[in-house]
DNA sequence: GCAGATCGATACGCCTATGGTATGAATATG
DNA sequence: CATATTCATACCATAGGCGTATCGATCTGC
């Protein structure tokens, strides 16, 4: 069965009658006698019955009359999605994350990105940053959104935020309730740095600020993720440095500081296929860069 | 768009790989390749992303995929569809009926027919015989049930049930009680007689028995139909003769008795086209034929 | 009742477009 | 580095679709 005779065929049928439809296909009479003739030897069945005067639509012509536009329909939609989808209009986009960025940005740009392209569906996977590249690699992913990645020529790598950072400490501590903390104030105090995984990290880029302000500070613990870090802090085991946005949430037992002294740097980066394909990705990546994040 | 084009597309898909497609598809590698070129042309989208070694589906070709799977779906269910049609499997089987034939056999042939055709609905129009000969005619209805058609070139009359008679009368007649009765009994009694209109009908046969009997009947009153005549013989107005399939439902103030002296042909017949085309009517009339109707 | 109009089917020639073979370019494989 | 694999391209033969012309049957109007 061809798409020709598909249509030949609903045009006879709603005309119910071969010369009219034809001139509506723009073609002359006798192809659509022949197409329909083809099409009922195909079907074995008759969908007009040639009567005297006219043709007129059988029983069965009718019943394939329903599918036959089902048939246009759905090619006129298969045309129209892969469009869309060539567009990044549709389909899912699939990404993936690595620490905190989960508290701060990657909400946001979600909800901007939903708000914008409703009928894209968004999967979002918690992943290692190496697991990151892997899975960005085989295509499982279109982008991991994460801090500190290493270079690979394979990927793009960009920066989409840049935070302040804030200090974080025990509700019970004695410089609990100060807005402003020097780095001579805390230089003896006792640290909580993270991650503890996946260098470089956070963890590096705090030491490092420490040492270029004069500090050494006092690694208390080394905790595996924001998370712990702040459970610990919580438990008065020592100071944390970490992400301003985090500090909007409210996390039980702790307060937060302002370490002006303190030069870190806290990108939020994501990385992504180099010669990225997908509509989907590019329609990201360009909100991304259109929105201010702080 | 082409279905050829549609198949190939959905087997290049499928194998990831168009010479394994060519293979499966039992063509040579190259119309592939250009079927895949031309339905990207039209679509204005590329559906396969040709890298280094081998190709890769696009999100479009995803989504294109999708639609095209429905399109061969739909496909062969528009070649079942039509062939059950064809076979009078699936449908409507519009039909008529005027006067009795509703409380007796209709309601058992369209059980049956249900039961054993699932798939065809029935409708079913209360017709006038003189508009169930027009509608028959022009397509509206398949069939009519009646009693005494008129002959008619184009349509063929079928009997398909005689049934013998009873006699109705009021509950507080005198022979209320009486399983039989003779036509002496009831020769001087008043009848009713129906139905009024549609001449040849059941009354000119209800008469007719009476003078083959020696009876000439005293006519009170000509109903218009079974129900009114029922009507008036519980208000005791007089007799009424009625098919004795009506005497098994329980009518108000109704008492039947048999009359056996009275020969009334009492048939319930359909007509239809005489070139009948619909494979459903087709079955319809075979399952008729085959139950055996009293 | 006959001429003309209408409608679908058929015949035939032209040409598009499909498929096949051969081959090229790029890349993976051993 | 030679070979194999894979998709794209070039070219040819041909199947099949379209248009013109025409037929046969039926309906219409005078």
Redesign the pocket.
């Given at each position: 069965m061809?798409m020709?005779q598909v249509r030949y065929f609903i045009a006879v049928a709603e005309e119910?009658?071969?010369?009219?439809a034809?001139r509506r296909l723009?073609?002359?009479?006798?192809?659509?006698?022949?197409?329909?003739?083809?099409l009922e030897a195909e079907l074995g069945v008759e969908l007009?019955s040639?009567g005297?005067?006219?043709?007129k639509i059988t029983s069965a012509g009718q019943a394939f009359l329903r599918e036959a536009k089902q048939i246009v329909n759905r090619s006129r939609l298969a045309v129209e999605r892969s469009r869309a989808a060539a567009r990044g209009e549709i389909g899912t986009l699939e990404m993936a994350y690595f620490g905190s960025p989960i508290f701060s940005i990657l909400p946001r740009l979600m909800r901007r990105f939903r708000d914008e392209n409703a009928s894209v569906s968004i999967s979002l996977h918690p992943l290692m940053k190496k697991e990151q590249v892997e899975a960005v690699k085989d295509g499982r992913i279109q982008i991991g959104f994460g801090r500190y990645y290493p270079f690979d020529p394979d990927l793009s790598i960009e920066q989409v935020a840049d935070e302040p950072v804030m200090l974080a400490m025990a509700a019970s501590h004695r410089f609990a309730g100060r807005d402003t903390l020097s780095l001579k104030d805390v230089q003896k105090e006792p640290f909580i740095i993270f991650p503890r995984s996946g260098r470089p990290s956070f963890a590096d880029e705090t030491l490092r600020a420490f040492h270029e302000g004069g500090v050494d500070p006092r690694i208390e613990f080394e905790a595996e993720d924001l998370s712990s870090a702040l459970a610990l802090c919580a438990a008065g085991l020592g100071l944390c440095v970490a992400p301003t946005s985090v500090a909007g949430l409210s996390w039980p037992g702790i307060r937060f500081a302002e370490l002006p002294q303190l030069n870190v740097q806290c990108p939020v980066s994501c990385i992504y296929l180099a010669d990225n394909q997908s509509p989907i990705l590019s329609r990201f990546l360009r909100m991304i860069r259109s929105v201010d994040l702080v």
């Open positions: 061809e020709r119910e009658n071969f010369t009219t034809a723009n073609v002359s009479q006798p192809p659509i006698t022949r197409q329909i003739q083809q007009f040639r005297k005067k006219g043709v």
